[in-house]
Structures are given as C-alpha cells and as structure tokens.
C-alpha cells in the first residue's frame, strides 16, 4: 500500500513540475514590438519582399518632433530582401499587433541625408499603412489616450492555457488529500 501511495504521490509531484515549468516558458508577448512584418508595392504595382529589423539606437531626435500626447512605440529599420530596384515611393503594410482601426498615429522616416520626415499611416485590424519615399530607419509614433498611457500590447497567448494549469493543479490537491486520508487511516 504504501508503494502505491508513493507512485501516486510521485505522479503528483511529477505533473506538478511539468506544469508549473510548461506553463512558465510560455511567453506571450513577442520581443520585436508592435511592428513584425512587412510587405510593399512600389510605384510601377510590382511587390517586394521587405524585413524589419529593431534598432536600439537613442529616439532623442525623434522625440523633439512628438506631441506630449504622443509616444515612441517602435524604432526599425526596412530594408529590401534579395536584389532590385524598386521604384519609389512605395506603399508598405506591416503587420501591427495591438493596432485596431481606432488607433491614432504615424511615421517618423529618416531621410538618408539625416532630416526626418512625418509620414501619414492608416491603421487597421493589425496593420498599418503607409507610403515611404525610401527604405530605412523610422519610428512609429502613437497617440496616447487620456485613459491609458500604455501602447497597444499583442494579444496574449497564453490565456487559454489558465483553467488547464488550474484544473491541473485542483487535481493534484485532490489526489494529495485522498493520499494523506489513506495514509492516516492505514497508521
């Protein structure tokens, strides 16, 4: 009896351990900010394979620009995959997590000879327009509502994951108390 309330109990323990360790690494936020993907059309409606990359450089120049009601959200830089010459100015879509229709903002581009231009934006259901005279370094700047001063964050992922580790968890008591009762009635 007592091997089996010790398997049982080792069971226990064992889930225990791989749910609070699954359920730790999940991370549902993305590292790279609101701004992931991009795509464009250039002015002759050919298509471009485009990548964003971060840039952890000081915003101080670009802050000078903004509004008090205005922040920072993302700094990148676009750059062309593979060879060409695209024919400028191109429309480009990125995929925005946090970005609904609501969403007020726009575009802060580094020219190449060091000014920075603003560059209107449409936002959308997870995704932003704009049309950039070049590629290059930009900021995404949006507009901070008076209830909130935090930018839109990605949809969590990890939400549904919740009632399981709980359930898990309720499980694991349950088997506990039924064992420690056992334990007590066999002593």
């Known amino acids: ?22 359920f730790a690494t999940i991370s549902p936020e993305k590292s790279e900010g609101i701004i992931t993907d991009a795509t464009g059309t250039d002015a002759d409606g050919n298509d471009w394979e485009l990548k964003v990359i971060d840039i952890n450089k000081s915003t101080t120049e670009y ?20 060879n060409g010459n695209p024919k400028f100015p191109m429309d480009i879509t990125f995929t925005a997590n946090g970005i609904k229709p609501t969403t007020e ?9 060091g000014n920075i231009i603003k560059i209107e934006a449409t ?21 901070e509502k008076t209830s909130s001063t935090e930018p839109p964050k990605s949809d969590q992922t990890s939400d549904n994951f919740t009632p399981i580790a709980f359930t898990l968890l309720l499980a694991g008591i349950a088997v506990s108390l039924v064992s420690i009762k056992k334990i007590r009635s066999v002593a």
């Open 1 to 22: 009896m007592k091997k089996i309330l010790a398997i049982l109990l080792t069971v226990v323990l064992v889930v225990s351990a791989f749910t609070t360790t699954t």
């Open 123 to 143: 936002m959308g259901d997870g995704t932003i327009k704009a049309t950039f005279p070049a590629l290059g370094e930009f900021v995404l700047v949006l507009k």
């Open 63 to 82: 802050e000078k620009i903004i509004g008090n009601d205005e922040k920072i959200t993302d700094h990148k830089e676009i750059i062309l995959i593979g």
């Open 105 to 113: 903002g726009y575009i802060l581009f580094k020219e190449a000879n």
